[in-house]
């Protein structure tokens, strides 16, 4: 193997030294400069400023790249090789150079241009808050953005607020209004898109308030703060899930409290007394209520005190407004706990504020908790709906009453109960019914029906919803969403298991609430 590598050695030198002489060997010092220097620039399209060099010349053997903007090293390139390099928008002068073997230069200067396009299919997406009127959310998704920024259309010389894409932005405004929101698209460069998006904020809070769905926008001052709380003692008198409590902190004056705006005047033509019920950590406090116009010029008010005489539980107090001048457009209703006593971080809760006659009047929301009220139900096709303790007390209803209906065996298939309102519901504002329910499945049809309380008016609308849940309570929403709130209904009819015959079962239902 050894005398292999060795003859092989001797013919390779044999061919080269015998093809040479000392006139044929080649001195690398003659070798001119390159020639032909440049190169080639490659500019993406995507906004990131990505260029890729592919260097090009003649006679060399390694290129060196400057790019011209804040990068001070230079990179190597070999020839027929491509490198990458990252720019900010703008017009930049790299300078490539080409060397030879035998260390001579060419070097040329080459403008790179890097424009980043305006972003594409910008698409907002705006969204109300669930339980809170005055606040929205703004997302943004766009092609060819680095990131977004967003005016609020509130004030003038506004500062945007920058957001990512995925990102979520919540907002909340002061006042009711129309506001144009302007989502711009940036490219990372000069380029940007726009688009405008108008958004209404409303404050659809009206008497009845419950806290349960629609969260008022309270107006606190004097140490005062009203903030939507858990029920601190749900029972028979108050079984909501959610209420309102009001902090008076230490110091506070003895005429703090909270203010709730309402989306239009108080209707006291035949209502003059407004309950609430109250929760207070002592008795003997006073509660005021007082009522004001929305016109800031305009002080007119008038204000009615009562006093708790329960500690640690729910009690309801009336607030008797009795000659008040309906003309003047109340519309800012007023709550002070403990009203002429400085505060001592005191909790106080307060909820289910309401206009009635004086006299208990049945109307939405209906609570079945009343020993006042008689719920006559009117029983059809073999059904029979009455009040009773509540058997199910579990989940999300701890009532002490609800209404069961009992779907006799062999009742038709349309089987229900049907209950007569003291006033037509008002659909002006709210446009949903949710209804607790309890059945022992799930998967049945539960049919709301309203009707006119004239006999020779057979006007009615009804909507369907179906249970999810066996053997539990759940709450199902009604949607009357293009209701005619002049038809007037009066009259709640209820089916259960709708297109079935009875075959003897009972299915429990309270809480029947209106919501927006």
Request: contains cysteine.
């Amino acid at each position: 193997m050894k005398n292999i590598k060795y003859i092989t050695s001797l013919l390779v030198a044999a061919i080269i030294f015998g093809c040479s002489t000392e006139n044929d060997l080649f001195d690398i010092d003659t070798l001119g400069a390159p020639t032909n220097i440049s190169a080639l620039t490659t500019v993406t399209q995507d906004n990131t400023g990505k260029v890729t060099f592919l260097p090009r010349g003649e006679g060399v053997t390694q290129f060196s790249i400057n790019y011209g903007d804040t990068t001070t090293d230079p990179v190597y390139v070999s020839p027929g090789s491509t490198v990458d390099h990252v720019y900010k928008e703008g017009v930049y002068n790299a300078t490539i150079t080409g060397t030879t073997v035998n260390g001579k230069s060419t070097e040329v200067i080459q403008k790179v241009e890097v424009a980043f396009r305006a972003p594409e299919d910008v698409t907002p997406a705006v969204a109300s808050v669930l339980g809170d009127n005055f606040s929205i959310t703004v997302q943004a998704t766009a092609k060819y953005e680095t990131f977004f920024q967003v005016y609020f259309g509130e004030v003038a010389n506004e500062v945007p607020v920058d957001f990512m894409e995925g990102e979520v932005i919540t907002h909340t405004y002061a006042a009711v209004g129309s506001y144009t929101i302007k989502i711009v698209a940036l490219s990372g460069g000069v380029a940007t898109t726009t688009t405008n998006q108008t958004v209404e904020i409303s404050n659809p809070i009206n008497l009845p308030i419950t806290f349960e769905t629609a969260i008022p926008a309270f107006g606190n001052f004097g140490g005062a703060t009203s903030v939507s709380a858990n029920n601190p003692s749900i029972g028979t008198l108050n079984g909501s899930d959610k209420v309102a409590k009001l902090t008076k902190s230490a110091g506070a004056e003895v005429w703090a409290g909270s203010t709730i705006e309402l989306a239009a005047p108080i209707d006291f033509s035949t209502k003059k007394v407004i309950k609430m019920k109250v929760w207070s950590p002592k008795a003997g406090i006073v509660v005021k209520m007082k009522l004001e116009k929305l016109v800031a010029t305009d002080a007119t008010s008038i204000e009615k005190d009562v006093t708790t005489t329960a500690a640690n539980t729910w009690q309801e107090l009336s607030f008797d407004f009795t000659g008040i001048n309906n003309a003047n457009d109340y519309q800012r209703v007023v709550v002070f706990f403990d009203f002429g006593v400085a505060g001592s971080g005191s909790d106080f809760y307060y909820d289910d504020i309401e206009l009635v006659t004086g006299e208990e009047s049945l109307v939405l929301p209906i609570s079945f908790e009343s020993t006042n009220l008689t719920y006559a139900y009117g029983n059809f096709g073999g059904a029979t709906t009455t009040v009773i303790a509540n058997p199910k007390i579990e989940g999300s209803n701890t009532s002490a009453k609800v209404s069961a209906l009992v779907k006799s065996a062999g009742s038709e298939v349309w089987a229900g109960g049907a209950l007569d309102l003291d006033n037509s519901i008002n659909f002006a504002i709210m446009k949903k019914i949710k209804i607790k329910v309890w059945s022992p499945k799930a998967g049945i049809i539960v049919k709301l029906k309203l009707e006119k309380k004239v006999a020779s008016d057979a006007t009615s609308v009804e909507v369907d919803a179906t249970s999810t849940v066996a053997n539990g309570w759940e709450e199902l929403t009604f949607d009357f969403p293009t209701i005619v709130n002049a038809n007037a209904y009066q009259r709640v009819v209820l089916f259960f298991d709708f297109g079935n015959a009875g075959t003897g079962t009972t299915y429990y239902f309270d809480d029947i609430i209106q919501s927006n």
